[in-house]
């Protein structure tokens, strides 16, 4: 079982490059995040989506963009890298609300 | 607004010693509560979870939970701790309208001796 599948694994930028953090589920879910991970700090919601062509800001949204023109993809933008978006990305999918999320394996992504 | 604490962000237990890892939640309506464990440079695996119904929940690898509707918590325990267990636990808290959105806490690293 794929589950949630996360790429690249590890990706070092320099400041103002853009990239695009991959995510894909498998399960058929309609419910997709992108959360970052910054130590001591838990982890913070960027943006979300509840099914294909849906999506909304979340917690620290700013220096990032989401589509979802699939029910399976979620991928997550930066442009303008910048060295505060240094951190650990975690993509996550949930078949209905108020259920347990499954997380992808995370990127870490460094911005120099 | 919805917020979560985990006042302990590092805790030290020898090998065999039980554990009780701390959280403190706060939300209007009944809590939808987690616990996920994240082994280094893995993604976070659900250990527990509450709904509803009998407040002491069971998880996987010996875990367990209890919901304290009066103090506002949910603190994981585990009897007896094994090396296995050293990670970074996570509590977290959803039930937020129609999003499915979690609310995490800090995180609590914890570190086993032999």
């Known amino acids: 079982n794929a589950g949630v599948t996360q790429t690249p694994k590890f990706r070092i930028l320099k400041i103002g490059q853009s990239m695009t953090l991959q995510c894909t589920q498998d399960?058929?879910?309609?419910?997709m995040y992108w959360y970052r991970q910054d130590p001591g700090m838990g982890l913070k919601l960027i943006y979300y989506?509840?099914?294909?062509?849906?999506?909304d800001k979340g917690e620290v949204p700013n220096g990032y963009n989401v589509s979802r023109s699939t029910t399976e993809d979620f991928p997550l933008r930066l442009e303008l890298a910048a060295p505060s978006q240094t951190s650990v990305y975690f993509c996550?999918?949930?078949?209905?609300?108020?259920?347990?999320?499954?997380f992808g394996q995370g990127t870490r992504l460094t911005v120099v | 607004a919805q917020s979560v604490t985990q006042p302990d962000i590092h805790i030290t237990v020898s090998e065999g010693a039980s554990l009780e890892l701390r959280c403190n939640y706060s939300?209007?309506?009944?809590?939808?509560l987690f616990w996920y464990v994240q082994s280094p440079g893995q993604g976070l695996q659900l250990l527990l979870k509450?709904?509803?119904?009998?407040?002491l929940v069971q998880g996987i690898k010996g875990f367990e939970a209890e919901f304290k509707r009066s103090q506002s918590s949910f603190n994981l325990r585990k009897p007896s701790v094994h090396w296995s267990d050293a990670a970074e636990y996570f509590c977290?808290?959803?039930?937020?309208?129609?999003?499915?959105?979690?609310?995490f806490g800090q995180g609590t690293t914890l570190q086993v001796k032999p």
């Open positions: 977290a808290v959803g039930g937020s309208g129609n999003t499915g959105k979690l609310i």
């Open positions: 939300y209007g309506a009944t809590p939808y």
């Open positions: 989506s509840v099914g294909a062509g849906i999506t």
């Open positions: 399960m058929n879910h309609n419910y």
């Open positions: 996550a999918s949930t078949p209905r609300v108020n259920t347990e999320a499954f």
């Open positions: 509450y709904f509803s119904g009998d407040t």
